[in-house]
Each structure stands twice: as C-alpha cells, then as structure tokens.
C-alpha cells in the first residue's frame, strides 16, 4: 500500500520523516511550514513534494495529513487546515489527546506517533523507532497500522493515557538523562578538563542499564551509602546551589530505591 501524503511542519521530525516515507515507497505531495523557505528545506531532500506557507489544502491530492508541529501549535493547525473531503489528519504527539484534531475539516482523525529524539541533520533509522497508533475508526487504525509498518516493525496500538505515560516515561529516560549529561559535561569544563573523559562510562552505563535492568545495574556512592564520597562531591559543588540542590535530591532518591 502506498499513500500519499501532506507533511504540515519543517522541523526535526520532518527532517527525518518526509524522505523515510519515500523511501518506504509513499508519495509526499506537499510540505507546509509557517516561512515559506523552512518548507523548501524539507521538499530539496526528496522527489517532488510541493512547499507550502498556506493551509489551504482543498486541492490536495494527499490522503493523509501528517501534523510534525510543537505540540502548543496542533490545536491551531488543525482547526485553520482546510482539508480534501475524506482526508485523514494525525498528529505525532505523545502528549496531546487525539480529540484535539475533531473540531478540524478532516473526514478521520488518528495519532501517529514516533518514540524518538529528532534532530535536524541527523538522521534516525526509522526501523529501529516504536510508533504508537490511536484511531477511533478502524479502517482508519488498519491503515496507519500498514503505513508504520512500512517504516518500522515495533507497531502498537495506545490509547491517550497510556502513550501519555510513555512520554513521561521518555522525558525522564531521554530529555532528564541528556541535561544530566550536560551537567556533567559542564562541570569538566570547569576544571578545564574534557567531557571525552565520561565516554566509556557513559556508554557501559546505558548498555548495561538495558542489558541488566535500571535497577539491578545502579551503582555509585548513593546507593551504596558513601558517605565520605558524598561529602566530597557537595564540598566541590559549593557556590553552585542549582547543582548541589540537583545532586542533593537525586542521592536522597537513589538512596531511597535500595
């Protein structure tokens, strides 16, 4: 089965999810962005999409509508998109409940969501990525089924809470895990020292966590109720009351989950 389809948004998924879709075989026929030549990034990595800075798809020969936008602009998209009659609208939020897209112009609504970090200029193997899927039509849910499926073997099926609590789930997984990472990196950077020094542990940490389990393969001085450690490390943070507070409460948690 092969679609076509409207991509309304220019930023990191669209980046990575307009020339997937072709490849898998889809035909995207338009790009949309707010700024004309945010669109035109997208449409010059594949065939022959169109760009577009309007929403006015009426003539659109697309039969799905994918919305790639900041969740704080589904809503406003989706209720200003002028839709072909018997088209179908999804969003890619984990966050937003799909009945955000019923007062929109489209004949079925749906989420199609991808549990990934996307960045612009690095592209993500989209196999490798879980999409989760809601449709209250099933002809609707059979095919955004077959289209993920064209992209990505690890297909599910959530309702609104449950892929709620995935994204919060991802956010402390991924979102908390990188600042975290950048915290360690700014502290190196301090004492003049570079962050490729965390490297190996960094990537034994990850591996081992999914390997063993984020229980079972905690280690470091909380958990073990290090004392003197910890009391050195505060002693370093001194004059940094974000980071101490940070480091406080994380230890008091670890330490806690024995």
Known sequence: MKLKIAIL????????LAPALED????????YARELHKAKEITERIYSASPKDDLD??????????????DDAIAEVADQVILPEGSILVHTSGAISMEVLSQSSASYIGVFYPLQSFTKGK??????????????DEETL??????????????????????????????????FT????????????????EPELLKPLIIESISKSLQLGAKKAQTGPAIRNDQVSMEKHISLLQGQDDLLQVYKT???FIASKK
């Open 24 to 31: 898998a075989g889809h035909e995207i026929t338009e790009v």
């Open 178 to 193: 990188n600042h975290m990472l950048r915290i360690a990196e700014d502290i190196l950077h301090r004492q003049g020292l």
């Open 142 to 175: 059979q095919l955004l089924k077959k289209l993920a499926k064209s992209l990505s073997p690890l297909v599910y099926t959530l309702r609104h809470k449950d892929r709620q609590a995935v994204h919060v789930a991802a956010v402390f997984a991924s979102n």
């Open 123 to 136: 592209k993500v193997d989209l196999e490798e990525v879980p999409f989760l899927l809601e449709s209250e």
């Open 57 to 70: 798809f009426s003539e659109s020969i697309a039969q799905l509508f994918i919305l790639a936008l900041k």
């Open 250 to 252: 994380l230890s008091q």
């Open 9 to 16: 948004g220019a930023g990191n998924l669209a980046w990575n």
